[in-house]
């Protein structure tokens, strides 16, 4: 397994990576309507291939054996009101594919996030998730975020509640 800072060729693997894990994620309990709007806004390529090259993204993608298996994006310049702390930075997206769930890939995926957080000059770690996304509230939790609020994630056209959780770097 190799984590690596994305590039503009990524693109295309990019957003087949997030296109189907999240709606492998967010499927079931979602509007097909609501999901297809989404998909087609957040992650064709050439959105990726922006994301890619913004310099206030960073992209990590996963690999194994060529493949890329999960992705983490860092984001600056967004934040939701209840974040207040000096010098924060968004993890913004953090996707594992299904087929590699419990394998080990999300805690080095985090570890390397928080470095890459460092490296930018954060002092803090936020997120955005889906308050009924149980998996993933364990999972943050267990990094040590904890929760600060919440905001609204416009999916689709249904506006859904996202806890914001925090964590010091």
């Not at 890619?52 to 194994?64: G, K, P, Q």
């Not at 968004?90 to 594919?97: A, H, N, Q």
């Not at 954060?122 to 364990?138: P, S, Y």
């Amino acid at each position: 397994m190799t984590i690596r800072t994305a590039t503009a060729a990524d693109a295309a693997t990019l957003a087949d990576l997030a296109r189907r894990t999240f709606y492998d994620t967010f499927a079931p309990a979602s509007d097909a309507g609501d999901m297809a709007l989404h998909l087609a806004k957040a992650y064709g390529v050439d959105q990726q291939t922006r994301e890619i090259e913004d310099r206030d993204i960073t992209t990590l993608l996963v690999e194994n054996g060529g493949q890329a298996i999960a992705y983490a994006q860092v984001r600056e310049g967004h934040l939701p009101d209840c974040v207040t702390a000096e010098k924060p930075i968004e993890l913004w997206r953090f996707y594992v594919d299904r087929s590699w769930h419990g394998r080990g890939i999300a805690q080095p995926l985090m570890e390397r996030v928080m470095l890459e957080a460092r490296q930018r000059g954060a002092r803090l770690l936020w997120l955005g998730v889906w308050e009924h996304n149980a998996r993933a509230r364990a999972f943050y939790a267990k990094c040590g975020f904890a929760v600060a609020g919440q905001h609204i994630f416009l999916f689709g056209t249904d506006p859904q509640t996202d806890l914001v959780m925090v964590t010091p770097l």
